[in-house]
């Protein structure tokens, strides 16, 4: 039998259990104190309502479930592969989620402020840092059209962050209709708007001409390429300069709002900043987006935005609607790698004879366990070597059945 | 698109989660203090693994997840079902921790104490009372083979029952060796033993005579028949009663120190009890099993028992393993069908204007969430119709963003 877990997949050891779970309560403690709810939907979802998500990439990446009984052999004899599959493992929170409000909207408040903390699954090639399941920590606010929604979300997430032990980091924020109407505004189409942005968005690494040849082998307009490389070359890629570029200057209202908002929030402690090419990949998102990167990580380490249409795909009215998703397998990796250490109870080892009436050994563990995290041991003959292992493994005292000594074991040594 | 959570699995609305997050950290705090690990595998496991597994019924019962891209071309041309398919979601937790220990044992401690708690699914036909998909929460011991690992395992799952706030339950115990020992000697053959089980199980609702009928038409030895029957007529199940048919009597001393020591334990919060028809449904249990019963609910609420062959199988060597299983599921039905209250921090509104400035809102909701969990709601016109509607919905107090007027809510009224 093969004792390996699945490509993609992992095994947790204790250790790194202890930062996830600590981590993961972090970072609900805080969530719950702002009055967010927590739910949970079935890791399966209906093939159909994948299939129609606008997921983008990720709906290539979906685990599909095989039919059972007569309906596979009825889908056998088809051969469509289609058919072969009626449900799928979720491959995010958010298509779930609206789902979950369609069915149960009657009993929920409104606005819904949620949590959801559960596992995903994408079928994809496994690399460093890309698992095939995963864990994502997502709050949304559902039926609040404000730019409050966004405000929250960003400041409840960050005081989660910070809770845990992160700080200088930086949300980036931008939003979609801006971006749009500003490359509208250039000479672009509506239709080649991702193609751009794709461009855009390496600006850090290729610079303004890079930008400028890429989009020219692509064979967007001469006038549009020029209008944007000399914004790029320019340099001021202020929300000012930018709210300059739209024909209708209330695009920008919403972000100058939300910025001018946690702005007052930070504390010093992280910051905000307007970034005219965020994107974010998914294809729901209809307007305000945003990104957490913090110096430590390459890449976002939280991401997030407004889909006021997704929900109503689901109810057949639209939901205002706003999510942001805390990369929690970034995290744990960060803690991890920085050795971060876990607070715990302290470890203790109750030594007893072979020959010890083991159900008083369990009562005086009970006792011990009010203070320690009492693991119940055989005493070894070779009790010097295997105090030294004990130490090892993390223990940080020792008690013994036959006596009342407790000895303290030397402080956990950097791994 | 279908709005409903997939067929025998559920969305948990907020006052669900409520309760199990509840249950599931007074059974982790409970585990944890006697310093039992948590560890995590993924819910995929290898096909062959599970094919391979002796779950008994449970095999028929995975949900198959089909190959992707060339792989399934491939066995789409071959065009057999078994072909499509490289995984499956698992149906326990015992498997994948076999397999976990035997891919980590180098880096885990002996013996391994450890916590499992997730979700497992089955293809099951749904009814009331059984999910497709469902929370199961295990401690195991391997590496230890001696006794104190079922005392160690029943004191601490009955200590998590307890702290959650059940009480007069009672542990069933009994091991397979000693079943079959009694049986040999009546003269029932070794591959018979299940099918007399099945009907000897029964006793209860068919009585001794029910049984006799059963196993006569099921054309079992007239003798054995009669062995047996005198042994349920009699009606002394006591274990020295048992004992007295065995060749061997080394076998019921496993049992017999069990429960002498666990009758220590109990402080009259629970009880023990030799069940000598106790057989529990998994093919990998080689000697004790348990189960715990309690009046509120027919059938089990925890079950296990050492399965001392499984780990061998993927490690070539056997290792002495015990488990038990705690049915999250129906704890949490039960508790919630007595209208248990979940402990919790009280819940408070905090409204506020529209034209109020929201990052002095959410300030002030950041003070007040040391003592509440607070929701940042905005103030409605008709503010006596709100604290109406907002008392409904659980909320226990009222602040303002205007003034420092904190208002109590009436109690949380029964449901």
Redesign the interface.
Same mark, same amino acid.
């Given at each position: %039998?093969?004792? +390996?877990?699945?490509k993609g %997949?992992? !095994?947790?050891?204790?250790d790194e259990?202890?930062l =996830? !779970?600590y981590v993961q309560g972090k970072i &609900?403690e805080t969530y =719950? *104190?702002?009055?967010f &709810? *927590?739910?949970?939907?079935?890791? &399966?979802? !209906?093939a159909? +309502?994948l299939d129609?998500s606008e997921g983008g990439d990720n709906l290539n990446l979906i685990?599909?479930?095989?039919k *059972?009984g007569d309906k &596979?052999e009825e889908a056998?004899k088809a051969?469509e592969?289609k058919a072969?599959?009626d %449900?799928g493992?979720r491959y995010d929170l958010t298509l779930p989620l609206s789902?979950?409000y369609?069915? +149960?909207r009657a009993?929920?408040?409104t606005?819904f402020?949620?949590i959801q903390t559960d *596992?995903v699954?994408r079928?994809e090639r496994p690399q460093k840092g890309r698992m095939r399941?995963f864990v994502q920590c997502d709050i949304d606010i559902l039926g609040d059209g404000s730019?409050?929604a966004e405000?929250?979300l960003i400041?409840v997430t960050a005081?989660a962050l910070l809770n845990i032990g992160f700080t200088n980091f930086t949300v980036n924020i931008n939003d979609r209709r801006m971006l749009r109407g500003m490359l509208n505004s250039m000479g672009f189409t509506a239709d080649t708007l991702e193609s751009v942005c794709v461009t855009f968005d390496k600006m850090d690494k290729i610079g303004a001409e890079g930008v400028k040849k890429e989009l020219t082998e692509k064979g967007f307009p001469k006038e549009s390429i020029a209008a944007l490389t000399a914004f790029l070359k320019n340099g001021d890629f202020s929300l000012e300069k930018v709210t300059g570029y739209l024909k209708d200057k209330a695009l920008s209202e919403d972000v100058t709002a939300i910025i001018n908002?946690?702005r007052?929030?930070t504390a010093g402690r992280f910051d905000i900043s307007y970034t005219p090419a965020l994107v974010r990949g998914q294809g729901y998102y209809t307007g305000v987006v945003f990104e957490i990167t913090c110096a430590a990580f390459k890449g976002a380490v939280a991401g997030g935005g407004r889909y006021d249409g997704l929900i109503g795909?689901?109810?057949g009215e639209n939901i205002p609607a706003v999510g942001f998703s805390i990369g929690f397998e970034r995290i744990c990796s960060i803690l991890s790698e920085s050795g971060f250490a876990v607070p715990a109870?302290p470890? %203790?080892?109750l030594l007893y004879r072979e020959e010890a !009436?083991?159900?008083?050994v369990?009562?005086k563990?009970?006792r011990l366990?009010e203070e320690y995290?009492?693991?119940?041991?055989k005493q070894s003959k070779k009790l010097g070597k295997q105090l030294g292992n004990l130490e090892a493994?993390g223990y940080e005292a020792v008690a013994f059945f036959d006596n009342e000594e407790i000895k303290a074991l030397g402080q956990k040594t950097e791994k």
């Amino acid at each position: %039998m093969n004792i +390996n877990p699945l490509k993609g %997949m992992k !095994d947790y050891l204790p250790d790194e259990m202890k930062l =996830r !779970d600590y981590v993961q309560g972090k970072i &609900l403690e805080t969530y =719950r *104190r702002y009055g967010f &709810l *927590r739910i949970a939907t079935p890791i &399966l979802e !209906d093939a159909e +309502n994948l299939d129609k998500s606008e997921g983008g990439d990720n709906l290539n990446l979906i685990f599909k479930v095989l039919k *059972r009984g007569d309906k &596979l052999e009825e889908a056998l004899k088809a051969g469509e592969e289609k058919a072969l599959s009626d %449900m799928g493992l979720r491959y995010d929170l958010t298509l779930p989620l609206s789902r979950y409000y369609a069915a +149960n909207r009657a009993k929920l408040p409104t606005p819904f402020k949620v949590i959801q903390t559960d *596992r995903v699954f994408r079928a994809e090639r496994p690399q460093k840092g890309r698992m095939r399941e995963f864990v994502q920590c997502d709050i949304d606010i559902l039926g609040d059209g404000s730019s409050n929604a966004e405000i929250e979300l960003i400041y409840v997430t960050a005081q989660a962050l910070l809770n845990i032990g992160f700080t200088n980091f930086t949300v980036n924020i931008n939003d979609r209709r801006m971006l749009r109407g500003m490359l509208n505004s250039m000479g672009f189409t509506a239709d080649t708007l991702e193609s751009v942005c794709v461009t855009f968005d390496k600006m850090d690494k290729i610079g303004a001409e890079g930008v400028k040849k890429e989009l020219t082998e692509k064979g967007f307009p001469k006038e549009s390429i020029a209008a944007l490389t000399a914004f790029l070359k320019n340099g001021d890629f202020s929300l000012e300069k930018v709210t300059g570029y739209l024909k209708d200057k209330a695009l920008s209202e919403d972000v100058t709002a939300i910025i001018n908002s946690v702005r007052k929030l930070t504390a010093g402690r992280f910051d905000i900043s307007y970034t005219p090419a965020l994107v974010r990949g998914q294809g729901y998102y209809t307007g305000v987006v945003f990104e957490i990167t913090c110096a430590a990580f390459k890449g976002a380490v939280a991401g997030g935005g407004r889909y006021d249409g997704l929900i109503g795909k689901f109810l057949g009215e639209n939901i205002p609607a706003v999510g942001f998703s805390i990369g929690f397998e970034r995290i744990c990796s960060i803690l991890s790698e920085s050795g971060f250490a876990v607070p715990a109870a302290p470890q %203790m080892a109750l030594l007893y004879r072979e020959e010890a !009436d083991f159900a008083e050994v369990l009562q005086k563990a009970g006792r011990l366990s009010e203070e320690y995290a009492v693991t119940t041991l055989k005493q070894s003959k070779k009790l010097g070597k295997q105090l030294g292992n004990l130490e090892a493994e993390g223990y940080e005292a020792v008690a013994f059945f036959d006596n009342e000594e407790i000895k303290a074991l030397g402080q956990k040594t950097e791994k």
